[in-house]
């Protein structure tokens, strides 16, 4: 258990929906990541948050966006879904805000996204 | 871009034997970390190296980081069906204000017993 909880595990929904998944990072770490990881792909850097602001943007489309709140859970949204957004999308969690070099990031299990 | 490719794609062993997966880049990297992903989990850290010709040896498991810190490999002796899984390395720089990490597509590797 790596102390980074993401709901729901599972989501399937239709083409030109939204979704949220939300994260809760482990206790005590300010930096929220989330990734996407398709088989194609492999796992993609989308964006970070260090202690509530933005600090990194990898590639992430203009329809998704994500927040870190005050109690530094952090909520990603996925709109205007098309069939290529399944994927399984992991948040994982540190402490630092990514400045050092050997930093760790302890992932969730992962939302598993189906789009039909 | 930095882009990291990791081979073989795929490998299954018998229990027992040898094995090494590679990490390769035309980039230098400040670190190189290594993960293993089981199904239904998230990755999970075995190692980071941040010195060129580094090398960690983790019980079985040895990793080592080039010499000009773009590449690395990962050795497993004598494999056990719970050495089962993703293997995914991730090169570590610094960018945007940030220090990012970027993913290869990872080794999967099946140990039959």
């Known amino acids: 258990d790596s102390g980074v909880t993401q709901t729901p595990k599972h989501l399937i929904t239709a083409t030109g929906q939204r979704v949220t998944l939300r994260c809760s990072p482990r206790s005590g770490d300010l930096s929220v990541y989330w990734y996407q990881q398709s088989l194609d792909q492999g796992l993609q850097f989308l964006i970070q948050?260090?202690?509530?602001?933005?600090?990194a943007k990898g590639n992430i489309l203009e329809r998704f966006s994500a927040q870190q709140f005050p109690d530094l859970h952090s909520e990603l949204n996925l709109s205007s879904l098309e069939l290529g957004d399944s994927a399984l999308y992991f948040c994982?969690?540190?402490?630092?805000?990514?400045?050092?070099?050997?930093?760790?990031?302890?992932f969730g299990e992962g939302s598993r996204l189906t789009v039909l | 871009t930095q882009l990291l490719e990791q081979s073989p794609q795929f490998l299954s062993i018998q229990e027992g034997e040898n094995l090494t997966v590679y990490c390769n880049s035309s980039?230098?990297?400040?670190?190189l970390q290594w993960y293993r992903q089981e199904p239904g989990e998230g990755p999970v850290l075995l190692v980071t190296v941040v010195t060129g010709g580094e090398v960690k040896k983790l019980k079985r498991l040895t990793f080592q980081f080039g010499d000009a810190r773009k590449d690395s490999s990962l050795h497993i002796t004598a494999a056990q069906p719970g050495d089962t899984g993703l293997y995914l390395c991730a090169g570590g720089f610094s960018g945007a204000g940030s220090y990012q990490l970027t993913f290869g597509k990872g080794t999967k590797l099946s140990v039959i017993p």
């Open positions: 994982a969690s540190s402490l630092s805000t990514g400045g050092e070099r050997t930093g760790e990031l302890f």
């Open positions: 980039s230098v990297f400040s670190s």
């Open positions: 948050y260090y202690n509530g602001e933005e600090r």
